[in-house]
């Protein structure tokens, strides 16, 4: 199994409804991500968590929302998906306490390709 | 602010050839940096990273990159691409404690 998985991997839906890209991980990390990818924009960060009780906005999170329902799991959700959230969405997870000659850095999952049409 | 500027959109080298790809960072200290490569339909793979030290960081799949804090520029080289190294590559920074910063990518093409 992926350390990250992201669900679902696809994903079509219309303008005005609501939807909901799901993460969790087994690495143990605290730290979990969501980005989303457009052509020539590269990744753009939307929210981030620390620890279960800690939410943070990114660059780029209007129109999107989180929750943190436990340490290995972090959903995104789109109240009112609208075309331009048409995009690949990365779910990513770091843990800062490892060895930095070690296994530091970010994991991320394989991603949800939307599509709002 | 603090930023991670990819120059290059598009690299077309041919097979054989050498490849160096640009990147420079904008931060107050020096950040972590990381390269990642991300293959057509596929998520990111970490290719290396530069947390202190060695200013030359050694990569899986034959990259490498070298830190130079006095141009503030973190290249990713390798000495001869196969076709297989046609992707799309990051270049990334974070200051510890904080979120990981992309820039927007270098798209490589390889020429037979």
Same mark, same amino acid.
């Given at each position: 199994?992926?350390?990250?998985?992201?669900?679902?991997?696809?994903?079509?839906?219309?303008?005005?409804?609501?939807?909901?890209?799901?993460?969790?991980?087994?690495?143990?990390?605290?730290?979990?991500?969501?980005?989303?990818?457009?052509?020539?924009?590269?990744?753009?960060?939307?929210?981030?968590?620390?620890?279960?009780?800690?939410?943070?906005?990114?660059?780029?999170?209007?129109?999107?929302?989180?929750?943190?329902?436990?340490?290995?799991?972090?959903?995104?959700?789109?109240?009112?998906?609208?075309?331009?959230?048409?995009?690949?969405?990365?779910?990513?997870?770091?843990?800062?306490?490892?060895?930095?000659?070690?296994?530091?850095?970010?994991?991320?999952?394989?991603?949800?390709?939307?599509?709002?049409? | 602010?603090?930023?991670?500027?990819?120059?290059?959109?598009?690299?077309?080298?041919? %097979?054989?050839?050498?490849? %160096?790809?640009?990147?420079?960072?904008?931060?107050?200290?020096?950040?972590?940096?990381?390269?990642?490569?991300?293959?057509?339909?596929?998520?990111?793979?970490?290719?290396?990273?530069?947390?202190?030290?060695?200013?030359?960081?050694?990569?899986?799949?034959?990259?490498?990159? %070298?830190?130079?804090?006095?141009?503030?520029?973190?290249?990713?080289?390798?000495?001869?691409?196969?076709?297989?190294?046609?992707?799309?590559?990051?270049?990334?920074?974070?200051?510890?404690?904080?979120?990981?910063?992309?820039?927007?990518?270098?798209?490589?093409?390889?020429?037979?």
């Amino acid at each position: 199994d992926a350390d990250v998985t992201q669900t679902p991997r696809n994903r079509i839906t219309k303008t005005g409804k609501r939807i909901m890209l799901e993460c969790s991980q087994t690495k143990g990390h605290d730290r979990m991500y969501w980005y989303r990818q457009d052509p020539g924009l590269g990744l753009r960060l939307i929210y981030y968590s620390f620890d279960v009780k800690d939410i943070n906005k990114g660059e780029i999170s209007d129109g999107y929302s989180v929750s943190r329902q436990a340490q290995a799991k972090f959903s995104l959700s789109l109240e009112s998906a609208i075309p331009n959230q048409t995009a690949l969405y990365f779910c990513a997870t770091s843990d800062p306490s490892t060895d930095e000659a070690g296994n530091y850095g970010y994991t991320f999952g394989s991603g949800t390709r939307l599509t709002v049409v | 602010a603090q930023s991670v500027t990819q120059p290059d959109i598009h690299i077309t080298v041919s %097979e054989g050839a050498s490849l %160096e790809l640009r990147c420079n960072y904008s931060y107050g200290a020096t950040p972590y940096l990381f390269w990642y490569v991300q293959s057509p339909g596929q998520g990111l793979q970490l290719l290396l990273k530069y947390f202190s030290g060695d200013t030359l960081v050694q990569g899986i799949k034959g990259f490498e990159a %070298e830190f130079k804090r006095s141009q503030s520029s973190f290249n990713l080289r390798k000495p001869s691409v196969h076709w297989s190294d046609a992707a799309e590559y990051f270049c990334a920074g974070e200051n510890r404690d904080d979120k990981i910063i992309f820039g927007k990518g270098t798209r490589l093409h390889i020429l037979p």
